[in-house]
Every structure is written in C-alpha cells, then in structure tokens.
C-alpha cells in the first residue's frame, strides 16, 4: 500500500450529483469504446443512492477478455493508461491524466466473468435494496474515516468484518 502519509480518507454524505457525474464519464469513454466493451458500471459507493462514500466515482467496463487489448489502445487514445491488474484477477487498471473536467474516478476493465466484477455488481446491489445495511455500511465508514483518517490501511481493516457480513447475506461467501 501507500504510505499513509499519501492518504486523506475522507467520507462524506451521499451526492446525488454522483450519477450525474459518472454519466459524464461514461459518455466521454462510449465516445471511444462503444464498439468493443459490452457495458458501462457505475459500482461502488457512489453508486448506492444514500451511502456515505469517499467522493470517488468506481467504473467497471465490462468487455470480452479477447477485446481487452483493443479496448487497451482505445482508452490510451483518449489519455487512460493501463496499470496492471494491481493484484486483483480479470480486473485491469487505468490511471489518467488531464481529466480536470471530469469527477475523480478510478477506471477499471474487467472481464464479463471476472469474480471482481460479480463482486462489485451483487454488493452494489444488494446495498440499493436493503436500506439497514447500507446505513449499517454507512456508519463503519463514518467511524473508520475519523479513527484513521491517513491510514488506508487500517480503515479497510476496520470496515472488513461489516463488509464481509454483508457479502454472506448476498451469497457472496
């Protein structure tokens, strides 16, 4: 991880803007991938209507793992740079730069089998549907944010034993 000195955790309430924000970047990357990903997400806590969340749009672009390398060079056009997969499998990476006019959002590609994605998409929502647990997400995160506001690490620590919860309630363990 990076040093915790690089980190300012912040969690703020939810934004309805948030979706608003995620079209926007949604339409500028269809721009140059329409014809090679199969869709766009919008997963994270952004994307759960009422959660608090660090105000960081989370995007999985789902494509076929044999269109990854074209999808690769399409984005590169318009200025995202693959990373890696970051330890994580079927889940590949961008960074960006020059995106001043857009919110600050992580890119992800994954691959429409990807265990990541499934992951993503049943938390996100199972959140939209059960009002007590993401008001349940919500207050870990509150908590996590003020105990260890520039430790990253220990803040994903201390959300770990809720979030597990939740992913045995959606069959996700």
Same mark, same amino acid.
């Given at each position: 991880?990076?040093?915790? *000195?690089?980190?300012?955790?912040? !969690?703020?309430?939810?934004?309805?803007?948030?979706?608003?924000? +995620? &079209?926007?970047?949604? #339409? @500028?990357?269809?721009?140059?991938?329409?014809?090679?990903?199969?869709?766009?997400?919008?997963?994270?806590?952004?994307?759960?209507?009422?959660?608090?969340?660090?105000?960081?749009?989370?995007?999985?672009?789902?494509?076929?793992?044999?269109?990854?390398?074209?999808?690769?060079?399409?984005?590169? *056009?318009?200025?995202?740079?693959? !990373?890696?997969?970051?330890?994580?499998?079927?889940?590949?990476? +961008? &960074?960006?730069?020059? #995106? @001043?006019?857009?919110?600050?959002?992580?890119?992800?590609?994954?691959?429409?089998?990807?265990?990541?994605?499934?992951?993503?998409?049943?938390?996100?929502?199972?959140?939209?549907?059960?009002?007590?647990?993401?008001?349940?997400?919500?207050?870990?995160?509150?908590?996590?944010?003020?105990?260890?506001?520039?430790?990253?690490?220990?803040?994903?620590?201390?959300?770990?034993?809720?979030?597990?919860?939740?992913?045995?309630?959606?069959?996700?363990?």
């Amino acid at each position: 991880m990076i040093g915790s *000195e690089d980190w300012n955790i912040v !969690v703020v309430p939810y934004d309805p803007d948030w979706a608003k924000e +995620f &079209s926007k970047i949604e #339409k @500028e990357l269809l721009v140059a991938i329409i014809d090679v990903v199969l869709s766009i997400e919008h997963v994270g806590s952004t994307s759960v209507t009422g959660l608090y969340a660090k105000p960081i749009i989370d995007i999985d672009i789902v494509a076929d793992n044999d269109m990854f390398a074209q999808v690769k060079e399409k984005l590169k *056009e318009i200025g995202y740079e693959h !990373v890696g997969d970051l330890g994580i499998e079927s889940r590949e990476a +961008f &960074s960006y730069k020059n #995106k @001043e006019h857009l919110m600050e959002h992580h890119l992800y590609v994954c691959n429409k089998n990807a265990s990541e994605l499934k992951r993503h998409i049943t938390f996100r929502d199972y959140l939209r549907l059960h009002d007590d647990e993401r008001d349940r997400y919500s207050r870990i995160k509150i908590e996590m944010a003020e105990k260890f506001p520039h430790d990253i690490d220990n803040y994903l620590l201390g959300k770990q034993s809720v979030i597990l919860d939740i992913y045995k309630k959606c069959g996700l363990l």
